[in-house]
């Protein structure tokens, strides 16, 4: 027998809806059982303490110091070569064999999983050069994986400043540079800062890669050659050696926190000031 | 003076394009270098194809790793694929825009979710629900495959409503006249037009799945046997790798290293296949 066709749109549009709403109810679970489970553990005093006795008492001050200390090093060192890499693809080239090696090697970048980062960065970083498990090793290594990020959002933001601007600007004698600099970049930024904060908010939850390079210290760092250790990290650890579901629970409930903040902080930018040129 | 600014800007800029390609080729030249010696010297077959990991006594197979970790892709992407590929199409189809509105970015923050949080949740819930309910030890290839496909449901998600929302609303409309229902409009017409793009986006979240440490580490199990069923422990490539990093010196890191290669060739395969597809799709439109 053949169904009408009526009663088969309804049966789709039950089905994907189903799909559609299993999903957003798993994805919510999972925030708010942490959150549930570890919000009564953040205290003022959890957030502004040292940990004591390896993380089983005591507050988390240096993870979070070292868990944005290190994005913070990762992206003064993606930000310049991604911009640049960007300005030079939209700006100084047309579309050639060039620009098509360098975009499959951004898209290759992105596709590496944070593991062979670790692997990557501990053998180059931590041992070859010698800069040892560091915020150093840590912020370079991070600094590759955020590096394709950089270059997408920033190029995007670029290609969406009307030509206009820069005729304008060309008009009144400007050189390329001048232009970029002056009337590009500034109308780009927003869009930049999303990738920034897009990336922040990536490697506050990393870990593989973070792990093997940055190492696990629990001391307050003092200078780039001190390991230091992230939220993640912490969690991961607090995690699997059982040393205290209730530090595990709230550091959890402060990462996700964190990672929400700075998602949505990059969301509301992106609706605010990107794509307002038209 | 003008002039001379101008070209050296232009240079710097050059060498910093390579910037990405630059870092891609480091890292690919030096896992190859501590890792494909070590291959070399206990020989392909014996790597690849033996079953016996004991790096205390000079036993190096990783044939259990690599069964484990395609299953557990599998497994990850017969959740995540269907139920991805159905939110997207249902949020660009059936949905009116203003639920879009608050729809897309709740999903994008999810998409934000640290792995070692995923990893938790199937400890603390999924594994203790399989042990119950299932049987075996919970910590298991079917709890790794769920959690791995619970995360990459955005990214299917996210490539595949921009594939969908990339069709020609004329292709739409032209079904909806010639009176097909919407859901005949989108499995014949809108559903053939984004066919490459939603595989691309599979394609890309298996990458994911092969290449996810930390969440696998936590719900899989780790133990280094070849699974018999979806309840048993097993140890992926990825885990293998970050479990013995901590401690391995000598020949027992270079295995890892060479662990690390076999991993990377999976992922550059995958890459280059997705990529392929969406070539394929350009070239064509």
Redesign the interface.
């Known amino acids: 027998m053949r169904i009408a066709p009526k009663y088969t749109q309804r049966l789709a549009v039950a089905l994907l809806g189903g799909a559609t709403l299993l999903t957003l109810l798993v994805l919510l679970f999972i925030i708010l059982f942490v959150l549930q489970k570890g919000l009564p553990a953040v205290t003022w005093q959890f957030l502004s303490q040292a940990p004591r006795d390896m993380g089983r008492s005591g507050g988390i001050l240096p993870v979070i110091v070292g868990t944005f200390l290190l994005p913070l090093l990762a992206i003064a060192i993606a930000l310049p070569l991604g911009v640049g890499t960007a300005v030079y693809l939209t700006e100084y080239t047309r579309e050639t064999r060039l620009t098509r090696v360098i975009r499959f090697g951004t898209d290759c970048l992105a596709g590496i999983p944070s593991i062979i980062f670790g692997l990557f960065g501990f053998i180059f970083f931590v041992v070859i050069l010698g800069f040892g498990w560091s915020l150093l090793s840590g912020g370079l290594t991070l600094a590759l994986m955020i590096l394709p990020t950089i270059i997408r959002t920033t190029e995007e933001a670029i290609r969406a400043v009307p030509n206009t601007f820069r005729e304008v600007s060309f008009s009144l004698g400007a050189t390329r540079w001048e232009t970029v600099l002056h009337v590009v970049l500034p109308n780009a930024l927003p869009g930049i800062v999303t990738g920034i904060m897009l990336s922040l908010g990536r490697s506050i939850g990393e870990t593989a890669a973070v792990i093997f390079t940055a190492g696990s210290a629990l001391r307050m760092p003092t200078s780039v050659y001190d390991s230091v250790r992230t939220m993640a990290v912490h969690f991961y650890l607090l995690a699997r050696e059982g040393l205290s579901n209730e530090n595990a629970y709230g550091t959890a409930a402060v990462l996700i926190l964190a990672v929400l903040g700075v998602n949505l902080t990059a969301y509301w930018i992106m609706n605010r000031f990107v794509g307002r040129h038209t | 003076m ?1 002039w001379n ?2 070209t050296i ?2 240079q ?3 060498v ?6 630059a ?2 080729l ?2 690919a030249l ?2 190859l270098k ?1 890792g494909l010696p070590f291959i070399l010297h206990v020989g392909p077959r014996a790597f690849l194809l033996s079953s016996n990991w004991d790096p205390a006594n000079g036993h190096y197979g990783i044939y259990p790793m690599i069964v484990a970790s395609i299953w557990i892709t599998l497994g990850a992407m017969l959740v995540g694929a ?3 590929v ?2 997207a ?3 660009n189809e ?2 009116p825009k203003p639920a879009m509105r608050l ?1 897309k ?6 998409a ?10 199937g ?3 999924l594994a203790p629900f399989i042990r119950a309910h299932l049987g075996g030890p919970g910590l298991s290839l079917l709890a790794g495959a769920l959690i791995l496909g ?1 995360m990459i ?2 990214t299917v ?1 996210s490539i595949s409503t921009d594939a969908i929302a990339a069709v020609p609303s004329t292709f739409r409309e032209g079904a909806l006249a010639l009176g ?5 409009a ?2 014949m017409v809108i559903l053939k037009a984004a066919r490459s793009g939603i595989l691309a986006s599979i394609i ?1 979240a298996m ?2 799945a ?5 969440a696998v580490i ?1 719900v899989a199990g780790n133990a280094v046997k070849i699974p018999h069923g979806p309840l048993d422990s097993v140890r992926t490539l ?1 885990a293998n ?2 479990l013995e ?2 401690y391995a010196t000598g020949l027992h890191r270079q295995a ?2 060479a662990t ?1 290669v076999v ?2 060739i999976f ?2 395969i ?2 280059s296949l997705a ?1 392929l597809v969406l070539r394929k799709k350009v070239r064509r439109s």
């Open positions: 003008k600014s101008e800007v232009r710097v800029l050059t910093i394009a390579f910037s990405s390609i870092g891609l480091l890292i030096f896992i501590e269907p139920l991805g159905a939110g199409i249902f949020l059936f949905v729809i970015p709740t999903l994008e923050l999810l934000g979710i640290p792995s070692v949080v995923f990893g938790f949740i400890v603390m819930v619970i449901l955005p998600i097909a229902t919407r859901w005949q989108v499995h890309l990458g994911r092969v290449g996810e440490t930390m936590m990825t790798i970050a990093m901590g890892l290293f690390g991993l990377f992922i550059m995958l890459n990529g």
